[in-house]
């Protein structure tokens, strides 16, 4: 039977006693059968999520465990989730329903499901009833009780469907997990964790908590480790990153202004980027500190979601068009070569179509270099999901037409570069092409060209000589 539990306190020491514990159980068993047990971990939606998953990963390799990549090798799978839209739960609910027959497989096999879907309780209580053989699930603020849920269902050989503390989700900073990086080059940083935005759309307060943010000294210091050992791009992660430090006794006497300029005096040949930044957060400060510094690339992305200030307000954003266009507008004057990218969500609750209008007039007047846009998605538990709705066909007549118009202002910014030479973080092998290797500028605009493998992690000039909406293609220098 399911053990619902809501999870005490767990600090440093008592942490690192339970990895030790599982620690010397996989010893035992490597001793015993010649090999470790494995671990294997699936991850669903943002980048902190992979930033999260990564610290899973260190911790369960930490605790013995044989990181894997296939699920069937697998003596631990854990699910990381996502909540952001009803499409990504249902990707991952089917995905724990396919572990079910290797788990008939392999009664031994442990399945933990985290991340934001199972911080919300509906979506407990059916992992509870409908996927029994899911031993455990911990939400996103308490991945740091990872050791001990783990060990306790190792030990007693039980199920733990686990329910966050109020102080895991609006105090609690968890420092000193291990990390396993999936790049040796390019690197996450969370800086806070939680929203207090509370926008009427969005799950995110309600499966991540309050904000929390970590002190300066801590993010500097995993910074400079990160440069040291090699990293070349390291994005700073937040709900929304300018809101760190401004909780009391959270982060100290400073903004995130103020981290982004420490960052910048370490040394290397590295870059600094950010995200996700909330419009009425965005400060001109920021933007001083982006122009004169050595490492910040001149990226930004700033959501807008709508054109339209009646949608924006029912959104609860708190900005208007014409506050966003003047952080636009000094943000292009101070750093005419950034690249502006943004999130438009389309079929808001009650958005009519002059107001959808509105946010194409918006697309033309800014000409962002790239969009995020989505089909609003129902979130149950939050304000919009219970308004009248815009109809699907609707919504999706909408995103064509919003699509067709920013495809043609990418491919109109993308085609100012031919013939410019750009620096490029080279990845590796293209998808398609061995022979084709791609990467990305400081703008993070993804370039392909003729590469070879010493390139990999390096940084590379390569002269634009085509383009297209979403993709340069040029050769090395």
Same mark, same amino acid.
């Given at each position: 039977? @399911?053990?619902?539990?809501?999870? &005490?306190?767990?600090?440093?020491?008592?942490?690192? @006693?339970?990895? $030790?514990?599982?620690?010397?159980?996989?010893?035992?068993?490597?001793? $015993?059968?010649?090999?470790?047990?494995?671990?294997?971990?699936?991850?669903?939606?943002?980048?902190?999520?992979?930033?999260?998953?990564?610290?899973?990963?260190?911790?369960?390799?930490?605790?013995?465990? $044989?990181?894997?990549?296939?699920?069937?090798?697998?003596?631990?799978?854990?699910?990381?989730?996502?909540?952001?839209?009803?499409?990504?739960?249902?990707?991952?609910?089917?995905?724990?329903?396919?572990?079910?027959?290797?788990?008939?497989?392999?009664?031994?096999?442990?399945?933990?499901?985290?991340?934001?879907?199972?911080?919300?309780?509906?979506?407990?209580?059916?992992?509870?009833?409908?996927?029994?053989?899911?031993?455990?699930?911990?939400?996103?603020?308490?991945?740091?009780?990872?050791?001990?849920?783990?060990?306790?269902?190792?030990?007693?050989?039980?199920?733990?469907?686990?329910?966050?503390?109020? *102080?895991?989700?609006?105090?609690?900073?968890?420092?000193?997990?291990?990390?396993?990086?999936?790049?040796?080059?390019?690197?996450?940083?969370?800086?806070?964790?939680?929203?207090?935005?509370?926008?009427?759309?969005?799950?995110?307060?309600?499966?991540?908590?309050?904000?929390?943010?970590?002190?300066?000294?801590?993010?500097?210091?995993?910074?400079?480790?990160?440069?040291?050992?090699?990293?070349?791009?390291?994005?700073?992660?937040?709900?929304?990153?300018?809101?760190?430090?401004?909780?009391?006794?959270? @982060?100290?006497?400073?903004?995130?202004?103020?981290? !982004?300029? $420490?960052?910048?005096?370490? &040394?290397?040949?590295?870059?600094?980027?950010?995200?996700?930044?909330?419009?009425?957060?965005?400060?001109?400060?920021?933007?001083? !500190?982006?122009?004169?510094?050595?490492?910040?690339?001149?990226?930004?992305?700033? &959501?807008?979601?709508?054109?339209?200030?009646?949608?924006?307000?029912?959104?609860?954003?708190?900005?208007?068009?014409?506050?966003?266009?003047?952080? !636009?507008?000094?943000?292009?004057?101070?750093?005419?070569?950034?690249?502006?990218?943004?999130?438009?969500?389309?079929?808001? &609750?009650?958005?009519?179509?002059? *107001?959808?209008?509105?946010?194409?007039?918006?697309?033309?007047?800014?000409?962002?270099?790239?969009?995020?846009?989505?089909?609003?998605?129902?979130?149950?538990?939050?304000?919009?999901?219970?308004?009248?709705?815009?109809?699907?066909?609707?919504?999706?007549?909408?995103?064509?037409?919003?699509?067709?118009?920013?495809?043609?202002?990418?491919?109109?910014?993308?085609?100012?570069?031919?013939?410019?030479?750009?620096?490029?973080?080279?990845?590796? *092998?293209?998808?398609?092409?061995?022979?084709?290797?791609?990467?990305?500028?400081?703008?993070?605009?993804?370039?392909?060209?003729?590469?070879?493998?010493?390139?990999?992690?390096?940084?590379?000039?390569?002269?634009?000589?085509?383009?297209?909406?979403?993709?340069?293609?040029?050769?090395?220098?």
């Amino acid at each position: 039977m @399911a053990k619902l539990q809501v999870l &005490p306190p767990l600090d440093t020491e008592a942490r690192l @006693a339970y990895m $030790e514990r599982v620690r010397v159980w996989n010893d035992g068993y490597a001793t $015993e059968h010649g090999r470790r047990r494995a671990v294997y971990v699936e991850t669903f939606g943002c980048q902190q999520n992979e930033a999260d998953s990564e610290k899973i990963a260190g911790m369960a390799q930490a605790m013995g465990y $044989e990181v894997v990549s296939a699920p069937e090798s697998a003596d631990l799978i854990m699910v990381n989730t996502c909540a952001i839209r009803e499409h990504a739960e249902k990707r991952a609910l089917s995905i724990i329903g396919q572990y079910k027959h290797i788990r008939a497989k392999n009664s031994e096999l442990i399945i933990g499901v985290c991340g934001c879907m199972v911080s919300q309780e509906h979506r407990r209580e059916e992992l509870k009833h409908r996927y029994p053989y899911v031993t455990f699930t911990l939400g996103t603020s308490s991945l740091h009780h990872f050791p001990r849920v783990l060990w306790d269902a190792i030990e007693q050989k039980r199920r733990f469907i686990t329910a966050e503390s109020e *102080e895991d989700m609006t105090v609690t900073v968890a420092e000193g997990a291990p990390v396993r990086r999936e790049s040796s080059y390019r690197a996450w940083v969370s800086v806070m964790y939680g929203c207090n935005n509370f926008c009427s759309y969005c799950i995110v307060p309600y499966v991540r908590g309050r904000e929390r943010s970590r002190r300066m000294e801590d993010i500097v210091r995993e910074v400079r480790e990160l440069v040291e050992a090699g990293y070349r791009d390291i994005t700073l992660l937040g709900q929304n990153v300018n809101s760190y430090g401004k909780v009391k006794g959270s @982060a100290g006497e400073y903004d995130f202004a103020d981290l !982004v300029a $420490e960052l910048d005096k370490i &040394p290397g040949d590295w870059w600094l980027r950010f995200m996700t930044s909330h419009p009425k957060d965005a400060s001109r400060k920021l933007i001083d !500190v982006m122009a004169n510094a050595t490492h910040v690339v001149h990226q930004f992305h700033l &959501p807008m979601q709508s054109g339209n200030d009646r949608v924006l307000k029912a959104m609860n954003r708190h900005y208007d068009m014409a506050k966003y266009r003047d952080t !636009v507008a000094y943000m292009r004057e101070k750093m005419p070569d950034v690249v502006l990218t943004s999130d438009i969500i389309v079929g808001f &609750p009650g958005e009519s179509e002059e *107001e959808f209008a509105d946010t194409l007039r918006a697309l033309e007047d800014i000409r962002f270099d790239m969009l995020y846009s989505f089909i609003y998605s129902p979130r149950k538990g939050t304000p919009a999901a219970e308004w009248e709705q815009v109809p699907d066909a609707t919504k999706s007549e909408r995103f064509a037409r919003l699509l067709d118009v920013q495809n043609r202002i990418a491919a109109e910014r993308n085609a100012a570069a031919v013939g410019q030479t750009v620096r490029v973080l080279c990845d590796g *092998e293209s998808k398609g092409d061995a022979a084709v290797y791609s990467g990305r500028t400081a703008g993070n605009k993804i370039v392909f060209f003729a590469g070879e493998p010493s390139m990999v992690g390096r940084f590379v000039d390569v002269t634009v000589e085509r383009t297209e909406p979403f993709a340069l293609w040029g050769r090395v220098v």
